[in-house]
């Protein structure tokens, strides 16, 4: 597969600027098992979240972006034999504690990759328990 890329200046269309990313939402099949491990993997906490018609989360820090949407519904997750691969679907994180988390991962038995990218730099993955893919690597900060 090749990739063209043109000289030329892409113009954004008017209102379409991205500012920031706000959330991620994540289709699940357990809300609460889904909350209980991007709790103790990411940290985040339960933010107050208006009352929708599907069972879910909003996971953050209060006021820092992005959050984790959890969404219990009828979207099928991709499940918990999923491939563990960044060449698919996946969110992708920096960390301030690479090790640390490396630690919690063979702590609590969650199954993980561990890649090192051209260039270097090391990636560590994981499934949440719904097949979704996630991805760590160092922080640059």
């Not at 954004?12 to 909350?35: C, K, T």
């Not at 959050?67 to 992708?92: E, W």
């Not at 090192?116 to 090391?122: E, N």
């Not at 994981?126 to 996630?134: A, F, K, V, W």
Request: aromatic share 8%.
């Amino acid at each position: 597969m090749s990739t063209q890329t043109s000289s030329a200046a892409v113009e954004p269309v008017v209102g379409s600027q991205i500012i920031l990313v706000q959330h991620e939402g994540i289709a699940v099949r357990d809300a609460d098992r889904s909350r209980d491990f991007y709790m103790k993997v990411l940290g985040l906490e339960v933010l107050p979240r208006p009352a929708l018609s599907a069972p879910g989360y909003w996971l953050g820090r209060p006021g820092i972006y992005p959050q984790i949407h959890i969404i219990q519904g009828d979207q099928t997750p991709p499940g918990p034999d999923a491939v563990i691969s960044p060449r698919g679907r996946h969110t992708a994180f920096e960390v301030a504690d690479y090790d640390a988390l490396k630690a919690l991962f063979e702590r609590e038995g969650i199954r993980y990759v561990e890649n090192q990218q051209p260039g270097g730099r090391w990636q560590m993955l994981c499934n949440d328990p719904d097949g979704n893919t996630l991805e760590f690597q160092r922080s640059t900060r």
